[in-house]
C-alpha cells in the first residue's frame, strides 16, 4: 500500500488536499530516549533568569538535607536518651523512626538537589572522545615476545631442565601444605552420623536393669506417661530423658539437633507397622525421627485427618500410619522409626534409630 | 572556557601530589573522561552505591555483634525474651536491635542494602546481556559480574545465619543437608564446615570471618578489577547519533558525571534509610533463637536465594543406592544444575556466540535486543527458567493464593520449568522479527504522518515521511545478516570454521542464528528522495 501511496504523492502532489488536522509528525519521537536523556538544559546557554530560580530550588533542597542531618543529630543528642536510654521494643521502633526518617530525609533532599543542579545549571556540553585500539601492533607484540623468551634464556630456565624440574617439583608441595593445615577444621565423619544420643541413653537405662530410656517432652522434660498421651491425633515433640545432664555443655544443642523426635498418637486400627516392628508401637502411639530426610528441617506439621506428617521446608510428606512412608515431596526415604514401649506406665525407647537419622550422604548405602 | 585558576586549596594539594607522582598528566587525562549517558548505566551504579552502604552499616554492625555461640540467658531490654537461653550472636543481636541507638536502624538498612545489591547486579546483568554490552573486548567484566553475583549468594547465606536465630538456623540445616548430599566428600564438608556435628559451636565464627572479612575482600578485589577494566575500555553507549564504533559521545566525568553519580548515591542512601526506618525486615526478635526442633512454617530465605529454594521443592524424590553408596539426586541435582546451567551457561556465552558467529570484532556501540533475535530469545528463555524455579521456591504461597493443591503446583512447575523458557524462546524471538520488520518499515517507507491525502479520484492515503535523522540512525545500526563465508574458500581450501563435526554444528549454529533476519536498510533506487523532508542521508 505504501509504494502505491508513493506513487500518487509523487505524481499527483498539487492536487491533493489535506484532511483533517495534522499532527506534529515531525516531533514524534520513535524512541522514549534519544541520546539526549542528559542533562535537560545543560550544555546550552543558561537563561540567567530561570538558572536564578533553579539556584534557588537547589538552595532550598540543600537546606532541608541540612534540617534532617541537623534533626538527626538533635533527636540522638537530645531525646533518643532520655529516661535512661533505649528499652524494649516501643523505644527501639520510636528511635528508628526518627533516625531513619531524617537520615532519609537529609540523603533524599541533597540527592534531589544535585540532581537539579546538574540538569539545570551546569553548562558543560556534551563532548566526543576517540576511542582508541587496545592491542598494541603485531610488530610490538612479536618483539615483545622476542624480549620474553630473550630473558627466559639469559636466566638459564629454557637451557637448564634440571633447574626448571627440580624447581617445579619443589613449588608442587608448597601449594597443598596449607591444605594439610586445615584438616583440624573439623573431625572426620567416621560412625558419627549412624547413631543419635537415644542410643547412649537406652544403653545406660539397660545397665540400670531397665527397660529402656523415657520419652521427656521438648521444653518441659517432663516424662511422658500413656495415659498423658492418650488422645488420638496428637502430636508432640520429644527428647531421651537426661539429654542436657548426660552431655557436655556444649554438645547438648547438637545432640538435640539429632534425637529430637516427635511422639503421634495415631488410630490403631489404621496403623500398619513394618515388618519386623510390630510391637515397636504402643497403641497407635508411634515415634518418628523429626529431622527429615531431604535436607534436614524439622518435619514439625501433622495433619490430623489424613496422618500426614509435613515438612514445611520443601513439603515432603509422610504417611504417620505406614512407617511414615514417603507420599509426596523430595524426600526420598522414610523417617526413620523409634522402637517404644511401656515402663511402669511411663512411655521408653528401647534401642536407636536403626538407621541414620537426617539427610542421605554419600556413605549411608 | 575560564582563565580562572584554582583556589589555592585545591591547587596545593594538586601541586603536591603532582610533584611525587606526576599526577596531575592522568588527572588532566581522566578529568574530561566521557560518559554516554543512558537510564539503564545506573543499574551497575546502584550496585556498587549498595556495596559501600552495605561495607558502612556491615562495619557498624561489628562493633556490637558477638560472633559466638556461647550459651547465655538474655537479660536484655526487650521483655518477651528475658531469662531466655541462647547464643551469645542472638542475644548481641538484638543487643543491637534494642538498646543500641540507631542500632535497628543500620541492621535494618544492611539487610536492604543487600537485597537492593543483589537485584541491581542482577538487574545490571540483565542489561548487559541485552544490548550485548558483554561482547569483545569486555569478556572479562562479564566474567567478573558472574563471580560477584556468586560471591554475593554466599556472602548473603552467611550474613543471614548469623544472628543465629530460628530462620538462620534453618537455613544452616539446609546448607547442612546440602553438603551431606555430595558424593565421596560431602560428609567430610558437612564435618569440616560445622567443625564437628551440626551446629556444634564454630560455625557462627567461621561464617562470621567469611562474611566480614574474606568475602567482602574478594568481592571488594573484583569490584576494582571491574571498575578499572571498565575506566581503561570505556562504557559502551546504546546506538544513537554521535556513537559510533571509533568515539564516545556524552557528558564529561567531571563536573557532570561526577555530580549525577553522586545524586545516584545519595538516592540509593536515601531509599534505603527510607526502607531501613519504615519496612521492618527480619524482625529476629519475634523469630526466637535457634532451637533445632522448632521451625516457623512461614520462613523464606531471602529472594536470591528463592532460586535454590525452588528447584529443592519440586525436584522428584529421585535417590540411588547401589554398592554401599548413596546417590542424594533429589538434592544434589537442583542444589547444582539449575544455577549451573544459568550462570555457567551465562559464563559461556560470550564465547558461544563469537564462536556461532565467527565475530571476532570489537564492540563499543551495543545491539538494541531486538536486532540479535537469538540472543534475546535465549536471555528471555532464561529468565524464565530462572524466574518459574523463584515462584517455585513460594509454591506454598502459590498454592494458597490461587486455591490449587501443592501436588497441582508442584506438578505445574515441574512441567513449566522445561517448557516455559522454550515457548519464552519462541515468543520472544518472534516479537523482535516483528519489530525488526516494523524497523525495515520505517526506513524503507517511513513513518505515518498522520496526514491523511485525497487524491483526485477520492482514494484516501496516508502520507509517509521519513523518520527523523535521531530515530534513523538508531534503526540503521542493526547489522544485517551477513552471507556465511563458503565452506570452501575460491582455491578449495575448507574454512577454518567449517571443518569436521565441529564445524558443521558451527555452521548450522550460524545458520539458525541469522537465518530469519529481516534486514533494515536504505533501498538505494527508491531511496527516501522521493520521500519529503530533509535528505541527509544517515550516517552508519
Ligand atoms: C555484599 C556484601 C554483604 C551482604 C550481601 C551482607 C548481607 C547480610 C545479611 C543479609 C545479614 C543479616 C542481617 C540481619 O540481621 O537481618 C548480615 C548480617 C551482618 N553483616 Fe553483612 N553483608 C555484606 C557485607 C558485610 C560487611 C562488609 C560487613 C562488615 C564489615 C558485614 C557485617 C555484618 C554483621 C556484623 C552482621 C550480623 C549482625 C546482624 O545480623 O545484625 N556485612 N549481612
Ligand atoms: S527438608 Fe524437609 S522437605 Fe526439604
Known sequence: MSDENKETAGAQEPRERVIGTPSPARDKALLADGDMSAPAGAGEQLDEASAKRAERIVALFFLLAFAGSVAFIAYYIGWSGRDGGMHGVLRARESNFWLGGTMALSFLAMAAGVTIWVRRLMASKPIIQERHEFAADPQSRAVFAEDFMAGAEDSGLTKRPLLRRTLLLAAAPLGLAPLVLLRDLGPLPEKRLRSTHWGDAVEKAKRQGKKGVRLVVDGTHRPLKVTDFAQVGSMITVLPEGIEEDVPHDQVLTQVAKAVTILINVPEEKFKPAEGRENWHVNGIVAYSKICTHVGCPAALYEQTTHHILCPCHQSTFDATDAAKVVFGPAARPLPQLPLDVEDGYLVATGDFPEPIGPSFWERG | ?540
Open chain 2, 1 to 540: 572556557m575560564s582563565e580562572s585558576t584554582a583556589p589555592k586549596a585545591v591547587e596545593a594539594p594538586l601541586n603536591f601530589l603532582d610533584d611525587r607522582l606526576g599526577s596531575t598528566t592522568f588527572f588532566k587525562r581522566n578529568m574530561k573522561k566521557v560518559f554516554p549517558d543512558h537510564w539503564s548505566f545506573m543499574l551497575g551504579e546502584i550496585a556498587l552505591y549498595s556495596f559501600i552502604i552495605l561495607l558502612l552499616t556491615g562495619t557498624f554492625l561489628t562493633l556490637w555483634f558477638k560472633p559466638s555461640m556461647v550459651e547465655v540467658v538474655y537479660d536484655g531490654s526487650y521483655t518477651k525474651l528475658q531469662g531466655v537461653k541462647m547464643s551469645e550472636a542472638y542475644a548481641s543481636t538484638l543487643h543491637i536491635s534494642f538498646d543500641v541507638r540507631g542500632g535497628l536502624l543500620m541492621r535494618q538498612i544492611h539487610h536492604w542494602a543487600a537485597i537492593l545489591f543483589m537485584a541491581s547486579i542482577l538487574a545490571h546483568m540483565l542489561r548487559v546481556f541485552f544490548t550485548g554490552a558483554y561482547r569483545k573486548p569486555r569478556e572479562l567484566n562479564w566474567l567478573i559480574g558472574i563471580g560477584m553475583f556468586t560471591m554475593g549468594m554466599l556472602e548473603g547465606l552467611f550474613g543471614y545465619s548469623l544472628p543465629d536465630d530460628l530462620l538462620s538456623g534453618t537455613g544452616l540445616r539446609i546448607t547442612q543437608g546440602v553438603a551431606e548430599s555430595i558424593p565421596l566428600v560431602g560428609t567430610y564438608i558437612y564435618m569440616f564446615l560445622f567443625g564437628g556435628e551440626f551446629p556444634g559451636t564454630d560455625i557462627v565464627p567461621r561464617m562470621y570471618m567469611l562474611h566480614i572479612l574474606l568475602i567482602p575482600g574478594l568481592i571488594l578485589g573484583l569490584i576494582t578489577a571491574h571498575m578499572m577494566i571498565m575506566w581503561h575500555q570505556k562504557h559502551t553507549a546504546m546506538p544513537t547519533q554521535h556513537q559510533t564504533e571509533q568515539q564516545v559521545y556524552g557528558y564529561p566525568f567531571y563536573p557532570v558525571f561526577m555530580a549525577k553519580t553522586g545524586a545516584y548515591f545519595l538516592f540509593t542512601f536515601g531509599v534505603l534509610a527510607l526502607l531501613g526506618a519504615f519496612a521492618q525486615i527480619n524482625p529476629i526478635w519475634l523469630f526466637g533463637p535457634y532451637d533445632p526442633g522448632a521451625i516457623s512454617s512461614a520462613s523464606q530465605p531471602d529472594w536470591y536465594m528463592g532460586v535454590l529454594e525452588g528447584s529443592l521443592r519440586i525436584m522428584p524424590n529421585w535417590e540411588i543406592t547401589a554398592w554401599g553408596h548413596t546417590l542424594s539426586l533429589n538434592v544434589l541435582i537442583p542444589a547444582l544444575l539449575p544455577l549451573g546451567i544459568v550462570f555457567g551457561g551465562a559464563a559461556a556465552w560470550p564465547f558461544i556466540e563469537q564462536w556461532v558467529t565467527g565475530d571476532k570484532r570489537h564492540h563499543h556501540v551495543n545491539t538494541r535486543p531486538r536486532n540479535a533475535p537469538v540472543r534475546t530469545a535465549t536471555g528471555m528463555a532464561a529468565v524464565t527458567f530462572y524466574g518459574l524455579l523463584w515462584i517455585a521456591g513460594a509454591n506454598d504461597v502459590v498454592a494458597d493464593r490461587f486455591s490449587v493443591s501443592l501436588f497441582a503446583t508442584t506438578w505445574f512447575f515441574r512441567f513449566a520449568v522445561f517448557l516455559g523458557p522454550v515457548l519464552a524462546f519462541i515468543v520472544t524471538k518472534r516479537i523482535c522479527l516483528g519489530l525488526q520488520r516494523k524497523d525495515a518499515d520505517v526506513i524503507g517507507h517511513g513513518v505515518e504522518s498522520g496526514i491523511i491525502l485525497m487524491s483526485p479520484e477520492g482514494r484516501f492515503t496516508e502520507r509517509h515521511e521519513p523518520a527523523r535523522e535521531e530515530e534513523r540512525v538508531v534503526l540503521l545500526s542493526k547489522e544485517n545478516a551477513r552471507p556465511e563465508a563458503p565452506a570452501v574458500d575460491a582455491r578449495g581450501v575448507p574454512a577454518p570454521g567449517a571443518k569436521g563435526p565441529l564445524g558443521h554444528l558451527r555452521s548450522r549454529l550460524n545458520r539458525a542464528w541469522q537465518f530469519d533476519d529481516v534486514p533494515v536498510e536504505e533501498h538505494a533506487e527508491n531511496g527516501h528522495a522521493e520521500l519529503e523532508g530533509d535528505k541527509e542521508t544517515a550516517r552508519h
